[in-house]
């Protein structure tokens, strides 16, 4: 049967599917669900609204159901249901650089009518400028006196925002010293809440609360903002906007109008980094989210770092920076002699400090209403442990009159939603009618939110969330996504696979529909399979079939319940052609080369239809065998058809990265194709340093007038390694020497380069199906593995310089893919630390696999800035494993170990 046969038969076959499908469709209300009971996860389902979204930031649903959304690099979009499509309708001048750039955004309340938009933007006379050289330049940095975030209004009209239309209502300073919040809301009386961050350096060696007094350390003083009642940073500024573009303010703010120490615009005080804030219209119930400190540990100058929910229906202040949590107080600090004073008082604080213009006796301060570390949480254990960044979104209210099949369901009813970007969690709090805590429950607790930034209910009662995306910026899994309830009956969850999907015929194939289930408790499945398109040929669960002829075959598998709503699955079969079976041995050796060695190879090829090697069927120059010495540190990836591809640390920057949306490795798109850039420079010593420049900072002219976008949150060092991987791809020779189907390989002394021993063969096909390729790889890793080029890592709180991992926490991991052991017996780590014992063990598998070996590292405040080398025997081990290391330490201790290299030991060797 060809290609035309097959399109022809399963186009009548797919014309009963789809009856049987729509026919699912109006069986979902036939079962209702509880509403008294807490609905089962599986009765939300995740629809992703669009990819279209790099660097998303806030979000806002109307009542016709658009969701505009706004993009750190000044980007407004809207998403229209209609069309289920994406539209720029605007793109504003910001200052783009880590928390700075178009943080908050929201609709006017009669949007509808006037098309009104308020915007949180930072502005400043270096817009132009990317961030690295900003924070690289002293003079800029503080000299930038015109730096502020921009609350304006716009309006849009027809979807188009008319920038012409801007009114500035608020300007407030930022000295790009981080934490500047940005969230806006509003309430049911008009009143627009905007919250700002402290603006205040946080500390890297002791990361509690800064209140650094002493001269020109102002900016590493949070008492000059937080805390500072003529100051709007560290705040929450509740105003109302008015027709003209002006606001009034509103009665009920923390102070009265007319003080002269006081700004009127303040709601909220003693706020360290606001993050997301929203409003119960019913109740007029602001909640928030804050962003706590980095401390591990309770000392003398005070308790170690919580994130907040907090919640008021009243002005208040807050406690940061003199308190956190339940109010539990810091000390007054001299940073001279670091030694910690008399403790503040939550019931009397006071703000002494130079840098303070405003009032010096405040008010008492507010506890938090839900407080959590980085480790577990006595009080509230239903939040975890890990990395935390504290959100506020919703209220959900039930609204019975809906017409809506997908709204949130009775049960969640006055319920508060509350989220963490770092933990990737959502969360359900209760409050009883007095607003008090009654517990915290799980929401979808077996979906991970890739770092939720902003959520809200839409008019139709589904959850609208924005997902930033994996890493700080530029990530392409970024999106919107909608959360939506089932009501009624749900379709069945279908799985399908194969125990092999390419073969000679006659080609039997063990098919499985393992996985597949039904949420709907007590429903029986029925399973329809057809294996040529044509008709069901099966009604198994997991049938087998032999496929007598060559062709490519789409088998599928429909699955229905009793109610008629039923799940396709599809499957590719090629059959007529086995694959060669190809493999590279070296005897003895496991992931790691050494200096000066020689290693001895021998290529295995085996093929159902062309023989083999070993019996001289198979030509052995038609194997070509080839050897790279590369630079720079790779590692296996599994691809999507389970076969194993090698990546460097650049290719793997690159691929997650907005590079492809410009850029192919051997063809041009908007820019130049990869090897165009990698021949253009060709033998220019100073290539690497001047592209990575060019990523971080952009730029045009060299290919023509396109604009390079600019990449500032990429650190130098990751820059350079993407540079060092596109100057390697013109590096590869079209006439490479086939080193033979045995032989060796000869190391050098150096211990520098990845060797890539590979193999490919190309068969010469079977019974009219195509010829396939194979291939096989060795990769010779050199013993010497940095740290920072770990294959995955859970709560590293850093990359220090980009040349080694500053490790935290006993959560801390990181860890290496596919490394052999064999030949190796003992590790050398490079680290520095300062603080009491701690440790770091080897596993592999998982946290709490087999255990090879444990460090233990003991420094001083002397040697805490000087590197040291630590060497320890391991477990003999072999085979392809993944390794983790894992940091452990007394929960006392609040002092990082930044880990540069780990060397691996040939057995036997000396070790000076």
Not at 737 to 751: A, F, L, S
Request: aromatic share 10%; hydrophobic share 30%; glycine share 8%.
């Amino acid at each position: 049967m060809n290609d035309r046969q097959i399109g022809i038969t399963l186009s009548a076959f797919f014309k009963t599917v789809m009856a049987i499908v729509l026919m699912s469709l109006f069986t979902n209300c036939n079962k209702e669900a509880n509403f008294h009971e807490a609905p089962d996860e599986h009765r939300f389902r995740k629809v992703v609204l669009t990819e279209e979204t790099m660097d998303p930031t806030a979000l806002a649903v109307t009542k016709d159901g658009k969701v505009y959304f706004t993009e750190d690099f000044g980007i407004v979009k809207v998403y229209l249901p209609e069309s289920n499509s994406i539209a720029i309708i605007g793109e504003l001048d910001v200052f783009e650089c880590g928390e700075e750039g178009l943080i908050g955004m929201a609709l006017d309340p009669d949007f509808e009518q006037n098309g009104w938009m308020y915007i949180n933007r930072t502005v400043s006379e270096y817009m132009n400028l990317p961030c690295s050289e900003i924070y690289s330049d002293p003079k800029k940095l503080r000299g930038d006196s015109s730096s502020h975030q921009a609350i304006s209004r716009f309006m849009i009209k027809d979807d188009v925002l008319d920038v012409s239309s801007e009114k500035v209502l608020l300007k407030i300073p930022n000295q790009h010293m981080r934490h500047m919040g940005g969230s806006m809301a509003f309430d049911a009386n008009g009143n627009l809440y905007i919250s700002i961050g402290e603006n205040t350096h946080p500390g890297y060696i002791n990361p509690y609360a800064p209140l650094d007094e002493r001269p020109g350390r102002s900016r590493y003083d949070t008492q000059r903002t937080s805390s500072n009642s003529m100051d709007y940073r560290g705040k929450i500024l509740r105003i109302h906007p008015e027709d003209d573009g002006t606001y009034t303010i509103p009665d009920g703010n923390l102070f009265p109008k007319d003080d002269p120490k006081a700004l009127p615009e303040i709601y909220v005080m003693g706020c360290r980094n606001p993050f997301r804030i929203s409003v119960d219209h019913e109740t007029g119930t602001l909640f928030w989210g804050e962003v706590g400190p980095d401390a591990y540990a309770d000392i003398d100058r005070g308790p170690k770092g919580y994130d907040e929910i907090n919640k008021t229906n009243k002005a208040g202040f807050f406690g940061w920076p003199y308190f956190i949590a339940d109010n539990q107080p810091y000390a007054k600090y001299d940073y001279d002699t670091e030694k910690a004073g008399a403790h503040y008082n939550p019931e009397k604080p006071e703000n002494n400090s130079p840098n303070n213009t405003g009032k010096k006796v405040l008010p008492a301060a507010t506890p938090a209403f839900i407080w959590y570390p980085y480790v577990a949480s006595k009080k509230f254990p239903e939040l975890g442990e890990g990395g935390r960044t504290a959100m506020a979104g919703p209220v959900y209210h039930y609204d019975e009159s809906l017409k809506s099949d997908i709204k949130f369901p009775a049960y969640f009813d006055k319920a508060l939603f509350i989220y963490d970007w770092m933990r990737g969690w959502i969360k359900v709090v209760r409050m009883d009618e007095n607003g008090n805590l009654e517990k915290i429950e799980s929401f979808m607790p077996s979906t991970r939110f890739v770092s939720p930034v902003d959520m809200t209910f839409g008019p139709d009662g589904a959850l609208y969330v924005i997902e930033f995306g994996t890493t700080w910026g530029n990530n392409p899994d970024a999106r919107l996504i909608k959360l939506e309830y089932i009501p009624g009956n749900r379709p069945p969850h279908v799985e399908i696979s194969a125990d092999q999907t390419i073969g000679a015929c006659p080609m039997k194939v063990n098919f499985s529909s393992a996985g597949t289930m039904d949420y709907d408790e007590g429903d029986k499945l029925s399973y329809a399979w057809s294996f040529d398109g044509e008709s069901v040929q099966s009604t198994s669960k997991d049938p087998s079939f032999t496929f007598e002829k060559p062709g490519t075959y789409q088998v599928q598998l429909i699955v229905t319940d009793e109610n008629g709503a039923a799940t396709i699955q599809n499957m590719e079969i090629k059959a007529g052609n086995d694959k060669p079976k190809l493999s590279i041995e070296i005897p003895h050796r496991g992931s790691f080369y050494w200096k000066n060695e020689t290693i001895p190879y021998v290529v295995h090829l085996s093929d159902k239809e062309d023989g083999s090697l070993a019996n001289g069927d198979i030509d052995p120059s038609k194997v070509q065998v080839t050897l790279e010495a590369l630079d720079g540190t790779y590692a296996f990836e599994m691809t999507e058809s389970g076969t194993q591809e090698l990546k460097s640390r650049g290719e793997k920057l690159i691929g997650e990265s907005d590079c492809k949306g410009c850029h192919r490795v051997n063809e041009k798109v908007v820019g130049p194709s990869y090897i165009d850039v990698s021949n253009k420079y060709k033998g220019d010593e100073s290539a690497s340093t001047y592209l990575a420049k060019k990523i971080i900072s952009g730029g045009s002219g060299v290919w023509g007038e396109v604009i390079m976008n600019a990449h500032p949150l990429f650190s130098e060092a990751d820059a350079e390694r993407m540079a060092d991987y596109i100057l390697s791809l013109g590096n590869k020779s079209g006439n490479v020497k086939n080193m033979g189907i045995e032989g060796t390989i000869k190391i050098p002394d150096q211990e520098a380069k990845t060797y890539v021993l590979k193999a490919t063969y190309t068969d010469h096909g079977s019974s009219g199906m195509e010829p396939i390729t194979v291939s096989a790889l060795r990769v010779l890793q050199p013993p010497k593995l940095e740290a920072e080029n770990f294959s995955t890592q859970h709560d590293v709180l850093s990359e220090v310089g980009n040349t080694s991992v500053a490790m935290g926490f006993s959560s801390t991991y990181i860890t290496f893919k596919n490394i052999d052991l064999t030949s190796v017996d003992s590790v050398t780590f490079r680290y520095n630390y300062g603080g009491p014992e701690c440790s770091i063990e080897i596993r592999t598998g998982s946290p709490k696999g087999e255990s090879l070996g444990k460090a233990y590292f003991h420094g001083d405040s002397k040697a805490r800035r000087g590197s040291r080398e630590l060497t320890i025997p391991i477990k003999p081990t072999s085979g392809s494993k993944e390794l983790f290391f894992l940091h452990d330490k007394a929960p006392d201790i609040h002092v990082e170990i930044g880990l540069d290299w780990i060397y691996f030991h040939r057995k036997g060797e000396a070790i000076n």
